[in-house]
Structures are given as structure tokens and as C-alpha cells.
């Protein structure tokens, strides 16, 4: 596997690699690697010729003046037992010097789901994405379903960009039994928080299930889940639990496929988000497909 | 030369054309193609292997509800008699669907010179430039600096969202003997109106003269060069005369190269910007390199 150090160093890299006419796959991440990016990592690497993972910690995306933390050398040595064979990082400096000026916008949909409590995250995610994916130029570029808002977003600004890459989205993963996301956010987390959490995806599969039954009132649907949550959660509170569009994230009042349902909680400190993106009359009848890991020590 | 009718079209053709390994240059165009763009197209066409021109009146930068008008047949004449090798035309429909949703956000640059008049333009000439070097992958990608705004909002963002891709200013074309920038805006103009269009141009060119000479306060020198085209219009009026950085187009205080001096002016229906960009000292010594037109009626 090869490390490249800066944009700067990739450049001759890619040009090689274009040259080939192999299939590129790229996983564009934060640092921090864990087991769900060992499954993306995995998928493109089994998927492509070449998988390409970015490692850096998007400062616009990221609370202002927050330090990300991440440890370079493991995130290498993980990348690499997936199945990457380039990783490209890079730091602050070179990618916003003090002339920067350029940001993909996308509207209301950058101020709703997560980025209604973080109003810089979204913009800033795709943002980020679009640059590595204008980068890199992936055949493939996959995006996990945890983070649902840039999965959908970034696949919608490739699009419009028409930008020639395809934007594979890849399923949540989720620990066996307790259904808690794998979220760098939540590695600090004990067990019995854990639970809290994993109690936001029940409620979310409880939502899904009264409207695969008949509900299509989004209030009424909202109002059950949220009395489910408010018994579930003692060390956290809901900051939302909504049901909205696949496009622009707008609130429904009908529910109807395809929707999300999705839910913020804080404990004051510490934003989780969770959510079920139901595009289709299968994800309603079945939950939308998920990655449950067994073992969730690895990674 | 080939000519493909839609982004769908010509993806195929493009991704036969990257596989080949040669040189692309690439030449933007709204259609309507004239004398200023068979210079940009006839540098592309010297300067690489393959030169696409790509022609579509892009809806996000023109005054809404508004029909601009092209002859298809007669740019696509144009284009092959200047070396274009590929011809790519779409439409509205295709390249703005309902769900379209992504812009290019440069901030306070996108409301300043032409766009402190039209607000929508420079964001949408960003954005549709950025979405067609996403599509083409060109090499080098050709800007006029007949339109200093775009010309460097788009080599800003091809730069910050790290696309592998030169973008190549073409000096402004101008009638020799009037000055008059080769414009589509200005082609049905009577050629008494053309010579107060060519009186802007020379009170651009006194101003950088004045700040040549020593001058560097920008208000005293706009009063000046104001004073001297209020004497030189009249069936046009002053919108502004400015002088702004080369990065955000904010105004100036004091004058010192690099700077631009732009000027807008109006009949009340017909809108003309021009401008002289000054980058290096060669520049605000001899003037910015312009392309001298003497015959007026080709193109």
C-alpha cells in the first residue's frame, strides 16, 4: 500500500493510476478509522481494481476550533488489512489556505437532519467529499449509511456536478443485540449509554413498522416514537425525532415511501444522530439492509 | 469534428477520449459563438491534441424568463472551422431537472462587480463552468477575459476543489481603433452606440495610466475616470466605476498592484461590463495583453 502525504504528492500518483484504465474505488474519511470503515474499505477493495482512502479530519465540517482526534499510523495499518492499496492525507494548511473561497450548496437540505444543530456540518461534508472525489476521480466513491443526510447529498451535488462517478452507498453498521451504530462520536461511550443508544435505533424500527402498518400521519407517527424515547433515555434528550423527504429533507405530514425517519438526542456534550432512509416498498416491509457485526472489539 | 446532443451522449465519447491519453482542451460556451470565441477555441485547438467546445445557453446565469438566442448550426460551423474536435450540446430539461439542487458558493465574490447587477449571474456562470470541466475532464479549460469575473471565480474553484485541471485566461478580443470587447451583448449595436462602448475602454485604460503614474488612491482616481466617461456617454449611464482585489472584488482604498478597474453601464435595458485586470507590474506598465481585431465582420 502506499502513503501519500499531501494533494500535492497525489497529483502524479492519480495520473499514473488514471493512465491504467483500472477501476478506482475511494472511501474519503475523517481519521479515527474503525469497524465501520474497515466494511467500506472492504467493499470497495473487493469491488475494484484500486482502492484510494483519504484520511483527513475536514476542518470545515468539524466544530469550529475542535480537535479531531485520530492516530495516522493505525488508521494506515487498517486501511491497509481492508484491502486499500493508496492512502492520500493531508492537513489543514494545504487544504484551506487563507485564500480559499469555494463551497458546494445544496440549500435548505444543508440546514435540516443533522446539520439543524450543526448549521457548518453539512456544506461542509459534501464540500469536503466533492474535493477528494474531484481529486481522486473515482470509478466508485462509497459513502455509509450511518451518516444518511451525506450519503444522499453527496450522490445528488455528483450528480448535478455530473461528475462521472458513481456514488455507492453502503449499509449502516450496527452492533449485533444492542442495534448502536459504529460511530467514532461514540467510542468513549460505556455499555449502559450504550443501551440509551442503542434504544433510538428500536424506536426507529418501531416508526418504520407503524407506517409499513397503516400510519401515514407523520405527527402521529412522531408523537409515538418520541413517548417511546422519552421512557428509554435518561442520560440523554431528544433534541428531534422527525420524518422527512429523500431530496431536501423537508418535514412530511403524509407518510409515504420513499422517507426518512431520523432522530438527534445530546446529553449536552455529546450529538448523536441516527436514522432509517426507507427508499423503497422493501426497505418499508424489511428495514432498509444493515451490517451487524458480531465481534464489535475489531477494528 | 463530433457532435454529441446531450450530457448522456457524451459520456461514452468521453471515456474513450480520456482512455486515449491525450491532451483535451475545453472552450465553455452559452452558443451564439462570434469572433472572441474563435480565438479562445483556435488557442485550444494549437495547444492540445483534442478541443471540445461545448455549447448550451446555461439557465442559472441569465435573466430569468429570458430567451437567449443561438444558431446551433452556425456555432457548430464556427467551432469546426477554429479546430474543435467535439461539439457537446444539451438543454434545459437535461440540465435541469426538478431535483437539481447544487450550486458553486464563493460568498461575497458572487455579489460583486457584474453580479452587484445581476445577482444570479456569477454563481451560475461558476456553476455551470465547474459542472461542464466535471463533465469533460479537460486538460486546460479556455476562459475570455472579456469576463474578468468568471474568468477568475472559476480558475478559484477549479483550484479549491482540487480538479486536475488548468484553467487558461485568453486575452480580451477588441475592435482595433475603438477598443470595443467582440461581445454577443453588444452585436446589435448601431455603430455610434459601439464608439460610447469603445469610450469605456479608454478611460479604463486611463486609469491604469493614472495609477501607473503614481496615483493610489482609488477614490480620487474613479472620480477621475467617472468625470471622463460622464463627458463621453450618452445614450449609456454610469452604473459604477470601481476598482477592486483580484480574489474577492472588494473595494480598494488604496491602489497597488495586483487590482482590477471595472466599470458597468446601462441604457435601462442593455447592461455592459468591462475591466481591466492588472496582475503583475508588466500589466499597469504596457497594459494587460489584449487580442486586436481588424476586421471587425469575421466570426
Redesign the interface.
Known amino acids: 500500500m502506499l502513503h501519500v502525504k499531501s494533494?500535492e504528492e497525489a497529483?502524479p500518483v492519480?495520473?499514473e493510476l488514471?493512465?491504467t484504465?483500472k477501476s478506482i474505488g475511494s472511501v474519503h474519511t475523517l481519521g479515527a478509522l474503525h469497524a465501520a470503515h474497515a466494511e467500506v474499505i472492504k467493499r470497495s477493495a473487493a469491488e475494484n481494481d484500486q482502492t484510494i482512502v483519504t484520511v483527513y479530519p475536514n476542518r470545515i465540517q468539524l466544530f469550529p476550533g475542535s480537535v479531531y482526534q485520530y492516530d495516522l499510523g493505525a488508521d494506515l495499518a487498517l486501511a491497509e488489512s481492508c484491502g486499500a492499496t493508496v492512502v492520500i492525507s493531508s492537513d489543514d494548511e494545504e487544504m484551506y489556505p487563507p485564500?480559499?473561497?469555494?463551497?458546494?450548496?445544496?440549500?435548505q437540505?444543508h440546514h435540516r437532519l443533522n446539520s439543524s444543530v450543526f448549521d457548518f456540518a453539512s456544506r461542509g461534508q459534501v464540500t469536503g467529499a466533492?474535493?477528494?472525489i474531484?481529486?481522486c476521480?473515482p470509478t466508485v466513491s462509497y459513502f455509509g449509511m450511518k451518516d444518511i443526510e451525506q450519503a444522499l447529498l453527496v450522490q445528488?451535488?455528483v450528480r448535478?456536478?455530473?461528475?462521472?462517478c458513481e456514488i455507492r452507498h453502503v449499509p449502516c453498521v450496527r452492533i449485533a443485540g444492542t442495534g448502536v451504530p459504529v460511530s467514532s462520536r461514540l467510542r468513549f461511550l460505556p455499555p449502559e449509554r450504550l443501551a440509551e443508544v442503542g434504544s433510538i435505533y428500536t424506536m426507529l424500527e418501531a416508526g418504520r413498522q407503524m407506517v409499513r402498518d397503516g400510519a401515514h400521519d407523520a405527527d402521529a407517527v412522531i408523537d409515538r416514537m418520541r413517548a417511546m424515547l422519552d421512557k428509554s433515555l435518561s442520560t440523554f434528550q431528544v433534541v428531534y425525532v422527525t420524518i422527512v423527504d429523500v431530496?431536501?429533507f423537508a418535514p412530511l405530514s403524509r407518510v409515504e415511501s420513499p422517507f426518512i425517519l431520523h432522530c438527534a438526542v445530546t446529553d449536552g456534550d455529546l450529538h448523536h444522530f441516527d436514522g432509517l432512509c426507507i427508499r423503497t416498498p422493501e426497505d418499508l416491509a424489511n428495514s432498509p439492509e444493515m451490517i451487524w457485526l458480531h465481534d464489535a472489539g475489531r477494528g
Chains 1, 2 share one sequence.
Open positions: 494533494v497529483r492519480l495520473r488514471w493512465a484504465g485564500e480559499y473561497a469555494t463551497f458546494i450548496d445544496q440549500g437540505a466533492i474535493r477528494w474531484s481529486l476521480r445528488r451535488a448535478d456536478l455530473l461528475i462521472d431530496e431536501q
